[in-house]
């Protein structure tokens, strides 16, 4: 596993996310969007929706689901299925850990992944 550090626990208030680009093993730039929930627990799931190929980080987050800002689909940030359509498929959700402050993110073993 190869975590990389993308921000710290005080970056993001509940119920916010944003972008962060990482570098997967084969030196590919990945968007990351990394979310807060409202219950203060981080996720990171891809930023890119599955129906509109858009940024999720500039979308709402409510509970535990981003919204799409550009046609609504929604997606848990547990398992990156969509819960509103127009979105039919899932995104990939990557494992975060935190560490004292530091947030990390593995994009090297999605958790959950497009099918």
């Given at each position: 596993m190869t975590q990389q550090i993308v921000?710290?626990?005080?970056?993001?208030?509940?119920?916010e996310a944003?972008?962060?680009?990482?570098q997967d093993a084969n030196g590919t730039t990945v968007p990351v969007a990394l979310v807060r929930d409202a219950d203060g627990d981080f996720h990171a799931i891809s930023d890119i929706c599955?129906?509109?190929?858009v940024s999720l980080s500039d979308g709402e987050v409510e509970g535990c689901r981003v919204e799409c800002w550009l046609h609504g689909s929604q997606f848990d940030l547990r398992t990156g299925k969509?819960?509103?359509?127009?979105?039919?498929?899932?995104?990939?959700?990557?494992?975060?850990?935190?560490?004292?402050d530091k947030v990390l993110v593995d994009i090297d073993e999605p958790v959950a992944a497009a099918s």
């Open positions: 921000a710290s626990t005080a970056d993001l208030e509940p119920e944003k972008l962060v680009e990482l599955s129906h509109g190929a969509p819960l509103q359509l127009p979105a039919t498929r899932p995104v990939p959700v990557y494992p975060v850990t935190v560490e004292g």
